[in-house]
């Protein structure tokens, strides 16, 4: 990734650790199907890595819904997902687990930074066994303003006392990349997610975690 060597390493959960945007979306696509609305992932694919706030409002004007509230279609999307979501359909990206063995090796640290709530994060880490892994995690509690943003990559640059010239997001939505970017790290979009997306800003990107692995070292 450059001359110095990467010492911290700053990790998007939704599409990097876990391919769960499908499942986010496909809901999604079924709550709007409830309110008349006929739509497709790949319409819907453009606001992952957005917060559900900013998500909302989005498909708010989108689809012309301003009869109801953003907390309204917020507590109806939260309902559809909850009974679409199992924790027992999510897995971790092919690769993952040896990834962050080898960077744990290298001594590099790593954390999680991501638009969804802390709770949902450290659930999906838990219940992947990987809480070992990382030095913090992250979720859109833990500042201002949600990605694209750089507020939540500011924050843990400053949580892990790291220098942004040794520091490495890995990110798969443009959302995310804009907010490393904006953060001044390089960034690498992870392209092994279901969801394909505009990742042309990123410095670098890779299909699986050995690219990953071999940019790191």
Known sequence: MGEQRIKTILMDCDGVLVDSEMIYLTSLVHYLKLLGIDTTIDDLAYLVGSDIESITEKVRRQFGLEQYSVQELIDGQRRQFDEEFSMENIS??????????????QDIELAVVSSSSTSYVEQIVSHLGLGKYFKVILGKESAGKAKPAPDLYLKALEIMRADVETTVVIEDSKNGILAGKSAGCKVIAYCGSRIKQDVSEADRKVRDYREAAELML
């Open 92 to 105: 971790e990206m092919p690769g993952l687990t040896a990834f962050l063995e080898e960077m744990n090796r």
